[in-house]
C-alpha cells in the first residue's frame, strides 16, 4: 500500500515508519504530554501504539498519522482521525492529537487538524466530525473550539477503559456538523 501523506503549510500527516519508535516514545514518555492522556508507555507500548495505527489505516483508509514538521522533517506527534471507539464517539470519525512539548504554542495542531477534518469531509460521508478529551484538558478543548467544533455537554461520559478511581476518568465531548464546516 503506497504511503498517505497530507500536507499543510508547516506540516505533513503521513504513514507510520518504523524509524518514527523513538521519536514517538519520547513524545509519549514525557510526563508533561500525558499529563491529560494517560501514563508516560513504554517503548514496547508505543510499539504496539503504532502497529495499532498502521492497522486502522490498513482497514479504515486513515488514522491518527505520524506528524512532521516540513521545514526540518523532524516527527513532532501525531494527529488524524480513527473509528471512536469509546461513548458517544464509537464508530464516528474521531479526531485527536498529540504533540512534543517542544511544539506547542506554535498553532501545529490546528493547522494540520484542520486540513485531518478537510480530507474527512472530501472523502467521507459522515455528517460530523468528533473530538473527546479529559474534562481537564484545556489545551486539547481549546483547539476543539478553534477548529468550530461544539462542546456536547448532554455526551459527557465516564471512558469506558478507565477505572473508576482514575483522575482521567470524565471525558467531554465535541462535534462539528458537516453543515457548520468551512474550509481551511
Keep these: 500500500m503506497a504511503e498517505f501523506?497530507?500536507?499543510?503549510?508547516?506540516?505533513?500527516?503521513?504513514?507510520?515508519?518504523?524509524?518514527?519508535?523513538?521519536p514517538f516514545h519520547a513524545i509519549n514518555s514525557?510526563?508533561?504530554?500525558?499529563?491529560?492522556?494517560?501514563?508516560?508507555?513504554?517503548?514496547?507500548e508505543v510499539a504496539a501504539l503504532i502497529a495499532r495505527m498502521r492497522a486502522h489505516q490498513a482497514e479504515h483508509g486513515h488514522c491518527f498519522w505520524a506528524l512532521v514538521r516540513q521545514d526540518d522533517q523532524q516527527l513532532?506527534?501525531?494527529c488524524g482521525l480513527i473509528r471512536g471507539t469509546a461513548g458517544p464517539v464509537a464508530g464516528k470519525g474521531e479526531f485527536g492529537w498529540r504533540l512534543a512539548r517542544a511544539a506547542w504554542g506554535h498553532g501545529y495542531v490546528t493547522e494540520?487538524?484542520?486540513?485531518?477534518?478537510?480530507?474527512?469531509?472530501?472523502?467521507?460521508?459522515d455528517d460530523a466530525a468528533w473530538a473527546i478529551t479529559h474534562v481537564g484538558n484545556r489545551r486539547s478543548r481549546a483547539v476543539m473550539e478553534r477548529l468550530g467544533m461544539n462542546y456536547r455537554s448532554d455526551l459527557d461520559f465516564d471512558h469506558p477503559r478507565l477505572a473508576a478511581d482514575d483522575s482521567l476518568l470524565r471525558h467531554v465531548t465535541y462535534a462539528l456538523p458537516r453543515s457548520q464546516w468551512g474550509a481551511p
Excluded: C, H, K, Y
Aim: proline content about 4%; charged content about 25%.
Design 76 to 78: 513532532i506527534g501525531w
Design 30 to 44: 514525557d510526563p508533561e504530554v500525558m499529563a491529560t492522556l494517560g501514563p508516560v508507555m513504554s517503548r514496547d
Design 5 to 22: 501523506q497530507l500536507a499543510t503549510e508547516r506540516l505533513i500527516m503521513r504513514s507510520w515508519r518504523d524509524d518514527d519508535l523513538a
Design 112 to 125: 494540520a487538524a484542520r486540513a485531518a477534518i478537510n480530507w474527512f469531509f472530501d472523502n467521507f460521508a
